[in-house]
Antibody
């Protein structure tokens, strides 16, 4: 059974940093692309970033480019999202999601339960 | 940037057909995927590659994609189908795009 477990969310001040982790199990982690998707309170889904299975090929939404960095450690079956320069508008539940293909750009067939990030002073 | 537009809400009576549209420039030339999200839960994939159903998704869910519009159809809608639905595609730069979302209400 595929399981994705996010952690690392919390309250951070504007301008601060946070690193989210997503521990994966139940599938061959290095064989699939992964994405981060966020959802602000009461709002719709927003794609944030994606990475290929081998770690080569990273992609970002314009809203986070230059501030967020996606990475993965295939030896630990873990996906990361380093978030710097956080803004109030980054407040959201962050989901990690598994892509159905080795690269990114297929479809997201499994999702974690999400980790809440709140940016506020 | 690439945008996908959905109607904010769709209302349907139990047993009837709900149709949710997703509009984007030349969307028919891309794959469209659909996700269902119930309150307080994570999204679930219900249709991928325009018209394919993942294992465990009921046959009443179907999809199509042509021209500038992808469509999710729920035939014989049940109360359990009440949820938010999002279409999704990838732009030419391998960036994901979600639709604006549609709230389906089963009256």
């Amino acid at each position: 059974e595929v399981q994705l477990l996010e952690s690392g969310g919390g309250l951070v001040q504007p301008g601060g940093s946070l690193r989210l982790s997503c521990a994966a199990s139940g599938f061959s982690f290095d064989s699939y692309g992964m994405s981060w998707v966020r959802q602000a309170p009461g709002k719709g889904l927003e794609w944030v970033s994606a990475i290929g299975g081998s770690g080569v090929g990273t992609y970002y939404a314009d809203s986070v480019k230059g501030r967020f960095t996606i990475s993965r450690d295939n030896s630990k079956n873990t996906l990361y999202l380093q978030m710097n320069g956080l803004r109030a508008e980054d407040t959201a539940v962050y989901y990690c999601a598994k892509d159905a293909a080795p690269h990114s750009g297929a479809y997201l067939d499994h999702w974690g339960h999400g980790s809440l990030v709140t940016v506020s002073s | 940037s690439y945008d996908l537009t959905q109607p904010p809400s769709v209302s349907v009576s139990p047993g009837q057909t709900a149709t949710i549209t997703c509009s984007g420039d030349k969307l028919g030339g891309k794959y469209a995927h659909w996700y269902q999200q119930k309150p307080g839960q994570s999204p679930v994939l219900v249709i991928y590659q325009d018209m394919k159903r993942p294992s465990g998704i009921p046959e009443r869910f179907s999809g199509s994609n042509s021209g500038n519009t992808a469509t999710l159809t729920i035939t014989g809608t049940q109360a359990v189908d009440e949820a938010d639905y999002y279409c999704q595609a990838w732009d030419s730069s391998t960036r994901g795009v979600f639709g604006t979302g549609t709230k389906v209400t089963v009256l």
